[in-house]
């Protein structure tokens, strides 16, 4: 439970601030990232897939347009005002026209045949009523005959004719061979011959296929790896009729071994339209759309390669993620910077208060936002005067002055620290620390008696490295004093009471290199073998009366 | 110092985690947040002459409503169908259109049996720019940026039916339709067509909607005796009609009629030994063998019990709907408004497979491509289907025997004979 409670004082103090800042800074943004990738992913996704189906949709269009325009061609062969006149020379037999009139037929055919070339017509046949094949312009077997839909030879043509002589509009009939490409196969379209408001005959004109294909073709796509199947329905399979593909000359229907693509050939033929869908792969492989083509009664589907697609899409992708991990570095350099110069003066902050006050006012400080004054018990505190120093100053620069103060005092503070005293303030030359404070310690009084001890040492040791005189009094005090800090802006650290007064009273009466102490602290003392004590009775202290103060020295000084 | 940092930290992963629950709720809005309700008006009679015919309709609406709902095609929408009954009266059908759309918001009517009706929804609709599906056969002669036609045009059904009757019977023939709009268009088409084949037309007699009294007509058609009878007539009167024209000519030689809007309800309701020998055109029969027909039939029994009486206008229907769900999916995806005239233009260009086959939109009139198909009903009271297009058939509103300004006197001229109605209320 402990543990757990340190980790989280841990990672909650101010000392954790880089990893936090790095977590707070980059966790949001990774997530805002993360959901705009995703955001603008979706977006070309759908803009891809409209594309297209955009794509199928202008094929479709295109190949509505060409047959639309054959049949205004048909409409106006039939029109032709030469056409009308043989029919109306024609002869009759059974109602029906049996022979056009052959000088009238032969501008016809010259016309047509140089019509031919130009909007790619294979033939044209026209028909009685009663299914006689009465004209063709290209000298075909089946002219003068009577067609029948059980005829396999003239089973299309037959169709074609039979369709517009029910419907009376042009209509159009596409016939395919199993196993055969798109040259075998045939675009019949077929209208009624109108002449003086009744119906005369079927003219029909004969389309190959292929040139779809070549429109197909010349239609540019969505990308390089697109292929367009055209596939009607052959005894109840789809089959594929016409294929093109940008940029290669050499086509072959191998296809069709998918059965993916069957499926979809077959729902295409039947109405259905699709979404772009997937054939092969996870995600990787060919993607496809198909959709229903009213003219010809055929599905197309549009093929292509799912990667050349989404080219953009990595493309993309990637600029993102340089982006996203160009401006983390950036972030995180960032953060690092500003959380190293935050910390850094935050140190600098705390070192500076920790020189200022002691360790436990700082913590309090910083928890409470004040230091509330306390009275505190057990506490011994000593004041050290450099005895001659304001004669030794007087005819010294006042740097100098300060520097041998401050030699002096540094190294009292470094005797302190040794005897768990804490130096509380300087006065001219005169050094205040006391030990106790900060908890209670049984050995307050000894502390300070040995620190005494110790500095009257260092200072005879200071002499003789310094070659100067100087001799210090010491004077100690034991009992209850206050502590507390001063001031809102400018805080300082202080304590007063009794014992502190009568410990500078001490200091001050006392002699050259004696440490005198008081009847408290003589009290307070543990060990009080380790001393030999010279008492000083009735001493008068001004402002106290009458006092028993000892003076203390260590045993065997001799030794030193 | 610290203090804010504790704020901090606390407001990173409360970000976060908000974060999270919003990035999850935006991915998969479709299932959590309540979906938009979209309105969808069915409007057709449940009452009245019309009633037996337009019942199935409804019910096929319906289905594909229910079926639109389950399947997920229109991410975040949930269709709800408001029902009305236009009780075969025409103003009704006005009135309840523009309630329709004022009232409920609807964003696409599917509605209207006669032509009658359609007319009077027509100005409602173009009036408030609401998009109106009209699944029944019609005479053409009409344009419309607010009605999507995806029953039979002319071309896909009066003509083909007559061309197959003057191959197969004869030259002479007897009109007979219900005395509105469809009937006189229809028979001025078929008038010019039998012209043009060099026949005869030796009768044409009109009958008020929903009226009995057929012993006259058939009277003077025992009497002209036609090759064969072109049969326009609508709603219940078909039940007279042909119930009494079996029994007057009993003994001599049967005249085959020929008819465009003889449901199979109104067939059952005849009975199939009174009505067999006689032939009908439409897209659509029970008995065709396509997945998707027998996947319609599966799902209507599901839910209704019973799969008589479904005709060709209730396919239409079903598919109408399912064709404007295809385009209102496609406004969805393009974030586009849904104003019922902007999901009307998606819809253009899109194909269906219905049970009757292929049902594409012709993107210039808004007409149905549609295969056409005639059948006769026969020894065993069955159909079978004698001529099939094999492919959809392009749409042609305005017949060639008249231009457009043509046929839009002629529609003007009886919309005035008829006191400002498009139906003749004198008789």
């Known amino acids: 439970m402990n543990k757990i409670r340190l980790f989280f004082q841990t990672i909650f103090s101010g000392h954790a601030i880089i990893p936090w800042m790095l977590i707070v800074a980059i966790i949001p943004m990774c997530f805002v990232s993360f959901f705009a990738y995703h955001i603008a992913k979706t977006i070309l996704h759908q803009a891809i897939n409209i594309n297209l189906m955009t794509t199928i949709q202008k094929k479709i269009e295109v190949i509505d347009s060409y047959i639309r325009e054959r049949k205004i061609d048909l409409y106006q062969i039939s029109e032709l005002p030469t056409l009308l006149k043989a029919i109306q020379n024609s002869q009759a037999k059974n109602g029906q026209i049996d022979v056009l009139d052959p000088n009238l037929m032969a501008p016809f055919s010259s016309y047509l045949n140089y019509l031919s070339k130009k909007i790619g017509i294979n033939n044209v046949y026209i028909l009685n009523l009663s299914g006689k094949v009465i004209y063709t312009l290209k000298n075909d077997a089946i002219l003068g005959t009577i067609l029948s839909a059980d005829s396999k030879m003239s089973m299309d043509v037959y169709s074609s004719y039979e369709g517009a002589k029910i419907l009376r509009e042009p209509y159009l009939f596409a016939t395919h061979q199993e196993g055969r490409r798109s040259s075998a196969s045939d675009i019949f379209l077929s209208r009624p011959v109108m002449g003086g408001g009744s119906l005369k005959a079927i003219i029909v004109i004969r389309i190959n296929a292929q040139k779809i294909e070549t429109i197909i073709d010349r239609l540019l796509g969505y990308g390089k790896s697109e292929e367009t199947l055209l596939a009607t329905l052959i005894n109840n399979t789809p089959v594929v009729v016409m294929y093109s593909k940008e940029g290669i000359d050499e086509k072959n229907i191998d296809i069709l071994d998918s059965q993916k693509i069957q499926g979809y050939l077959l729902q295409a033929i039947r109405g259905e339209s699709s979404t772009p869908v997937e054939l092969e792969g996870n995600g990787k492989g060919i993607m496809a759309v198909y959709r229903y083509v009213p003219q010809l009664n055929m599905g197309m589907l549009l093929k292509y390669d799912r990667s050349e697609v989404f080219e953009r899409i990595h493309w993309l992708g990637l600029n993102m993620l340089l982006f996203i991990v160009v401006s983390l570095l950036f972030v995180v350099t960032l953060v690092f910077w500003i959380s190293r110069e935050l910390s850094l003066a935050n140190q600098k902050n705390e070192d500076l208060l920790a020189n200022t006050f002691p360790d436990f006012v700082i913590k309090e400080l910083k928890h409470k936002k004040q230091f509330l004054a306390k009275n505190v018990d057990h506490v011994s505190i000593i004041f050290i005067d450099i005895a001659d120093f304001t004669t030794y100053s007087l005819d010294k620069p006042p740097e100098i002055v300060v520097q041998f103060l401050d030699n002096i005092f540094t190294l009292f503070d470094q005797i302190c620290g040794k005897y768990n005293a804490m130096k509380i303030k300087t006065i001219g030359d005169a050094y205040m620390a006391a030990s106790g404070l900060t908890e209670y310690r049984e050995d307050h009084a000894k502390n300070t008696v040995d620190l005494g001890i110790q500095i009257i040492l260092a200072m005879k040791h200071f002499n003789l490295n310094h070659k100067t005189n100087f001799s210090v009094r010491v004077g100690i005090d034991s009992g209850m004093i206050t502590e507390g800090v001063i001031g809102k802006t400018k805080f300082s650290f202080d304590i007063w009471g009794n014992a502190v007064n009568r410990a500078s009273r001490m200091q001050s009466t006392s002699e050259k290199n004696k440490i005198q102490i008081t009847e408290e602290t003589f009290q307070a003392l543990t060990n009080k073998e380790d001393y030999t004590f010279t008492p000083r009775s009735n001493l008068t202290v001004k402002g106290l009366g009458e006092l028993n103060t000892y003076f203390v020295e260590e045993k065997d000084s001799a030794n030193f | ?427």
């Open chain 2, 1 to 427: 110092m610290k203090l804010y940092y504790k704020y901090v930290i606390f407001f990173m992963i409360a970000f976060m985690f908000f974060g999270a629950i919003f990035y999850y709720v935006y991915s998969y809005r479709n299932f959590l947040v309540n979906k938009e309700v979209i309105k969808v008006g069915v409007l057709f009679s449940q009452s009245g002459t019309m009633e037996l015919t337009e019942k199935t309709i409804i019910n096929a609406t319906l289905l594909a409503i229910d079926e639109v709902n389950k399947s997920g095609i229109l991410p975040g929408v949930r269709l709800e169908p408001v029902v009305y009954d236009g009780a075969s009266n025409w103003e009704r059908f006005a009135f309840l259109a523009r309630k329709m759309i004022l009232k409920d918001k609807v964003k696409v009517i599917v509605g209207c049996w006669s032509s009658s009706c359609r007319k009077a929804v027509k100005s409602v609709v173009e009036k408030y720019n609401n998009l109106l599906i009209y699944p029944t056969q019609f005479e053409g002669t009409e344009e419309s940026h607010n009605i999507v036609y995806l029953g039979a045009a002319p071309n896909q059904q009066v003509i083909p039916g007559i061309s197959w009757m003057f191959d197969h019977y004869g030259k002479k023939v007897y009109l007979i339709g219900s005395d509105y709009i469809y009937p006189h268009v229809a028979n001025e088409i078929i008038l010019a067509d039998v012209k043009s084949l060099g026949g005869e037309i030796v009768g044409v007699k009109y009958l008020p909607l929903g009226s009995n009294d057929v012993g006259d007509v058939i009277n003077d058609i025992i009497k002209k005796r036609p090759d064969f009878i072109v049969n326009t007539i609508n709603g219940s009167t078909n039940i007279a009609f042909f119930t009494q024209l079996n029994a007057l000519t009993t003994g001599i030689k049967r005249i085959p009629v020929i008819s465009f809007s003889v449901s199979d309800a109104e067939v059952n309701k005849i009975g199939i030994d009174k009505y067999k020998g006689n032939y009908q055109v439409w897209s659509y029969f029970t008995l065709l063998d396509t997945p998707e027909n027998k996947a319609f039939l599966k799902a209507y029994q599901k839910k209704y019990g019973n799969v008589n009486n479904i005709s060709d206008p209730a396919i239409t229907a079903y598919a109408g709907l399912k064709l404007w769900t295809q385009g209102l999916a496609q406004a969805i995806t393009q974030s586009v408004d849904l104003n019922p005239n902007i999901i009307r233009g998606f819809m253009l260009r899109q194909s269906i497979a219905s049970p009757a086959g292929v049902i594409y939109i012709d993107p210039f009139n808004a007409m149905a491509w549609r295969t056409v198909l005639i059948s006769k009903v026969n020894d065993q009271g069955k159909m079978d289907i004698v001529w099939s297009s094999k492919s959809p058939i392009e749409p042609v509103n305005y017949m060639n025997s008249k231009t457009k300004t043509e046929w839009d006197l002629f529609e003007y001229q009886l919309y005035t004979k008829w006191n400002e109605a498009w139906e003749n209320l004198s008789n």
